[in-house]
């Protein structure tokens, strides 16, 4: 290092040409294809003249359902990405048996690595708070969330995220660590490149956005709900949106900070969690599982609101135990910072802390039993109707009883000495976040889809989506329970254990089928897409729903609601809707209609991402005076915001009326037809 | 919640919005805090300088007198009360307490037991590879 920085050195940090991997071919391939997506959509919006519509009704958009829709493509888009990665390390470890596959390792490590990063932060996140921020204003009956900028201030920090780590494909690479960059590995001694810079500084970034949204989405349900929607009268997913977000609120700034020690110990010289100097390594296995177990808390809770409306939809039934639903997910939540040590039984405490930890973590078996037990009830008796939103819950619970049961068994002690690290607890947590958090974003997706945009998905395709997805799950991760008991450990680049390679070829077979799976969804959207005139739902309530999204036409005005829905029990449109049909939806002549007034739209987010873009590229790369500029940038976009006198427009009633007549015109047809019958 | 509740929505009341309190008693309430919680940070660096008092006890003297600050800080500048109008308030307050509780005595607790399970270093030192 020279003493005195060369120009090249002040204006461009650490980066230069070797930083384009010339000599890797698959990372280069890939990240070009994802540029050429990415400038070919661009050049299409530009050349077609959709950028001003694009720019006024999505980029800027403050309303909540726009910016879920906008969440829940990041998440569909990201999750191409990260099962590219998966098919990958699935095909390495079905050839690497006595060889060295095709991946070598320091790219092998790279995969795992960003797999992990994106899957949790980057689709698993991103897709349940779009479905939040999509659905929860709906069913309390409310036209936005309390803080409509931020909401979207909080996306666009998320998509930085997810930016800078596909950027590091293309520019530098990416960590080694594993998805939680264990130290003394991620520290500066072992890892000196910019991987887990990139990794650190994205998570740091979008970790903001998250809990700008865990904030907004709190402080929605305490505060913004309609008229007669107490605590106890609110949909269940609004209750495990409260839940699941008082959780993001409370977790994800002890994320920020030990990222934040990492960095420090890797930019400044610090020791927090090196081997020398004091530094003390257990020190962040310790904040980053206290953190981590709830985090995976935050992920499955909405999945088990998700459940709780479908479930409770398609066999036509109010859900069965309500109120012990409600304090079972209470109890989840306080109950998930309780047990954080079970991630590091092996890791030297005796046998009082992990006995404790130990029973904790079996402790939550039981709410989470309770559930299931409720949606089974549910079912009881029901007159079930199996859409491809109702398999998916069915799967689930199949799918997901059997993640709790192998949850309970890696949380006994004793066992976990023997499973910990192995290919079975790979199979664990994959078992319950695909069984359990991504089939209820699909769930999710397909339920709620025909309300964000007025049409209904091909229910065939759908099925054949299901299906694949659902087998393919079996087939590839059944065979990895039985790898990690014939003591196959995770994250391995190849091996030499003869008995392995029948069960990693099982589970690359099993990848094929779930690649269809997600073929065939993407068939389902395009086909549904082209046939939508003939899936067009002009009632707002495909599914003869129960809550108060169904109540409004789809998709629903800006406003969401032309009167505040006025709440008399659980179960608010299903009540709604049965006292409509006794009047024949006669008498219409109630309040008057009234001029509403809506957040206008504001750039501040999409400018603020941008310069968060910036200032986290020159930090990873060490370029400081852009550091300044995308902090300066960002701090002016904050004060110019602030700083503005007229934040609302007003719709006029007329215009109001005009919008509702139409939704109620087409209500009433449902319901004299549905007299005919 | 009974069914006749009305909505406490209405009632509560966000930290910072406060109506009814003319401008001055809300002047005279931030000096007051102010005032406090200066004295609190005069006396904690006085504490710790003093050999006025009992040393061991300094510790818990500076932690107690940073508990008081906060408490200073959540009445008189964050504005918690225990009126009707900020249930939302105080439960958000009890639950942040809970996990803070958690969180620092569960690694507290960790922390001191790590090495349970672990020989001494000299031991490990000793072992046949
Ligand atoms: C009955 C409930 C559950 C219990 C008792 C349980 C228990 C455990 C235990 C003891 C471990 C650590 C094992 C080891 O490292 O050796 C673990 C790992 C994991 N669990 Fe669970 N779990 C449960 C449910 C869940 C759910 C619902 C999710 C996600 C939605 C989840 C996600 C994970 C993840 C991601 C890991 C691995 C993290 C890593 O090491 O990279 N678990 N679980
Ligand atoms: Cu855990």
Not at chain 1, 50 to 58: F, G, K, N, Q, T
Not at chain 1, 121 to 130: D, K, L, Q, S, T
Not at chain 1, 508 to 520: D, N, S, W
Not at chain 1, 530 to 541: F, K, P, Q, S, V
């Amino acid at each position: 290092m020279p003493a005195v920085p060369t120009v090249e050195a002040t204006m461009l940090g650490k980066l230069d040409w070797s930083a384009i991997p010339l000599d890797q071919p698959i990372p280069l391939a890939a990240g070009g294809v994802v540029l050429l997506v990415i400038l070919g959509v661009l050049a299409w919006v530009v050349v077609k003249g959709h950028l001003p519509y694009l720019w006024h009704e999505w980029i800027t958009s403050v309303d909540h359902k726009r910016i879920g829709v906008m969440y829940i493509l990041l998440a569909s888009v990201m999750l191409l990405r990260g099962g590219s990665d998966a098919i990958m390390m699935r095909i390495q470890q079905a050839i690497a048996y006595q060889s060295q596959g095709y991946l070598p390792p320091e790219h092998y490590n790279q995969i795992f690595s960003a797999h992990g990063t994106i899957m949790i932060f980057f689709v698993a996140m991103p897709f349940v708070i779009g479905l939040m921020n999509l659905v929860v204003p709906l069913q309390l009956g409310v036209r936005d969330v309390a803080f409509p900028t931020l909401n979207s201030v909080g996306f666009w920090l998320t998509a930085t995220g997810a930016l800078l780590v596909n950027l590091s494909l293309v520019i530098g690479e990416f960590a080694r660590t594993g998805w939680l960059a264990f130290p003394p590995l991620s520290e500066l001694s072992y890892s000196p490149g910019v991987g887990v810079d990139y990794y650190a500084w994205s998570l740091q970034i979008s970790g903001v956005g998250t809990l700008v949204a865990g904030i907004n989405l709190v402080t929605t349900v305490l505060k913004l709900r309609t008229k007669g929607m107490n605590y106890l009268r609110m949909p269940m997913f609004c209750w495990t949106t409260l839940a699941s977000n008082l959780l993001i609120v409370a977790a994800f700034p002890i994320l920020t900070a030990t990222l934040a020690m990492l960095l420090l110990d890797r930019y400044l010289g610090f020791h927090f969690f090196t081997n020398e100097a004091g530094g003390n390594v257990m020190m962040f296995m310790n904040l980053i599982w206290a953190w981590g177990h709830p985090e995976v808390y935050i992920l499955v809770l909405p999945a088990f609101g998700v459940y709780s409306e479908v479930v409770s939809t398609f066999s036509s039934k109010p859900l069965f135990g309500y109120r012990s639903m409600v304090l079972a997910t209470m109890a989840i939540c306080i109950i998930s910072f309780m047990v954080w040590l079970h991630h590091f039984f092996t890791m030297g405490a005796g046998p009082d802390v992990n006995a404790i930890f130990g029973i904790a973590s079996m402790i939550i078996a039981v709410p989470t039993g309770v559930k299931i037990y409720n949606w089974l009830f549910t079912m009881y008796g029901g007159r079930i109707r199996f859409a491809t939103p109702m398999l998916w819950s069915v799967g689930f619970m199949v799918t997901f009883i059997i993640g709790g049961l192998t949850g309970v068994l890696v949380a006994v002690p004793p066992a976990d000495f023997m499973l910990h690290n192995s290919m079975f607890l790979v199979a664990h947590f994959h078992n319950v976040i695909i069984g359990g958090v991504l089939f209820a974003a699909f769930a999710g997706f397909e339920y709620w889809f025909p309300k964000a945009f007025g049409f209904r998905l091909d229910e065939r395709w759908g099925k054949v989506g299901f299906w694949f997805t659902f087998v393919g799950f079996w087939v590839t991760f059944m065979p990895l329970y039985i790898a990690g008991m014939l003591g196959m450990t995770r994250r391995m680049q190849h091996y030499d254990v003869a008995e392995w390679r029948p069960w990693m070829l099982v589970a690359a077979f099993g990848m094929l089928l779930l690649t269809i799976g997600v073929l065939a969804q993407v068939t389902q959207i395009v086909v549904s897409i082209r046939n939508r005139e003939a899936l067009r739902d002009r009632t707002g309530d495909p599914w003869d729903g129960r809550s108060l999204e169904w109540a409004t036409s789809s998709p629903p005005p800006v406003f969401n609601f032309a009167f505040d829905p006025d709440v008399r029990g659980e179960d608010a449109y299903w009540a709604l809707k049965h006292h409509a049909k006794q009047q024949q939806l006669e008498d219409h002549s109630g309040p008057e209609y009234q001029d509403i007034e809506m957040p206008k739209n504001s750039p501040t987010g999409f400018v603020c991402a941008f310069f968060a873009t910036v200032m986290g590229f020159a930090l990873i790369w060490h370029i400081w005076w852009m550091v300044i500029l995308g902090g300066v940038g960002a701090f002016a976009t904050f004060v110019v915001f602030a700083w503005r006198d007229h934040d609302e427009y007003v719709i006029p009633a007329a215009e109001v009326e005009r919008i509702d007549r139409i939704n109620i015109e087409e209500r009433r047809n449902l319901v004299s037809l549905a007299g005919t019958l | 919640m009974s069914d006749q509740t009305h909505m406490h929505v209405e009632h509560d009341i966000a930290p910072g919005d406060e109506e009814q309190h003319s401008v001055r008693e809300r002047i005279l309430g931030y000096v007051v805090g102010l005032g406090l919680a200066l004295l609190l940070t005069a006396t904690s660096f006085f504490i710790a300088g003093t050999n006025l008092v009992w040393q061991p006890s300094i510790p818990v003297a500076l932690i107690v007198l940073a508990i008081a600050q906060m408490g200073v800080h959540l009445v008189f500048f964050l504005h918690i009360t225990t009126g009707p109008d900020n249930t939302n308030n105080v439960l958000a307050l009890a639950f942040g307490l809970l996990v803070v509780f958690l969180v620092v005595g569960g690694t507290v607790w960790i922390m001191a037991h790590l090495n349970q399970n672990m020989p001494p270093m000299d031991q490990i030192m000793q072992m046949p590879r």
